[in-house]
């Protein structure tokens, strides 16, 4: 496995909704002209279990978490947490994995930034209905997490990332 210098991992899973904010942001990342140094992957729902696979503390020098959290704000609102300031507990994703003490056990070796988004709908651990849809928050919320992302790797891309026009054009073509 070839490990690079920054590590972005999206974590989440797209069949639940706005669970899928990490894989959605990844995926428009894709669409991006970015340095060689850098490797962007979405972990999926795996994601907290195999972040640690990407990396190798001899050669990665940031890691970049995305992730759907809620932390009491207004949908769509976007968190940004330095892994100096991840203390155990700090970040529960929907689906409480114990990835936070491990970022707590790595932030020393690999700088470490969690990227968040407020959920709008409620992410339902076990049994759910399939919800392949971000809501609107959420969705509008992907280039503010990119200029984020963008911003902590110092790559200025200079252009205005808009889904917003996207969205209409998938909710009228699913309307028809």
Not at 17 to 25: E, L, S, Y
Not at 62 to 77: H, M, T, Y
Not at 96 to 108: A, E, H, K, M, P
Request: aromatic share 6%; hydrophobic share 40%.
């Amino acid at each position: 496995m070839l490990y690079s210098e920054i590590v972005i991992v999206g974590c989440g899973n797209p069949l639940f909704g706005d669970d899928g904010f990490g894989p959605a942001v990844i995926e428009e990342m894709e669409k991006l002209t970015l340095p060689d140094n850098i490797t962007i992957t979405d972990g999926g729902a795996g994601a907290p279990h195999f972040i640690f696979n990407f990396l190798d503390p001899e050669v990665t020098k940031k890691l970049i978490v995305v992730d759907i959290a809620d932390f009491n704000a207004k949908p769509g609102s976007i968190s940004k947490i330095s892994g100096n300031d991840l203390k155990p507990g700090a970040y529960i994703d929907p689906h409480s994995w114990d990835g936070v003490d491990q970022l707590c056990r790595i932030r020393d070796t690999i700088e470490t930034t969690v990227v968040l988004c407020q959920p709008a709908k409620a992410i339902i651990k076990g049994d759910a209905d399939v919800d392949m849809e971000l809501s609107d928050d959420v969705r509008n919320a992907i280039p503010k997490a990119i200029q984020v992302i963008l911003a902590e790797i110092g790559v200025d891309y200079g252009t205005t990332i808009n889904l917003q026009e996207e969205g209409r054009e998938r909710r009228a073509a699913k309307a028809r």
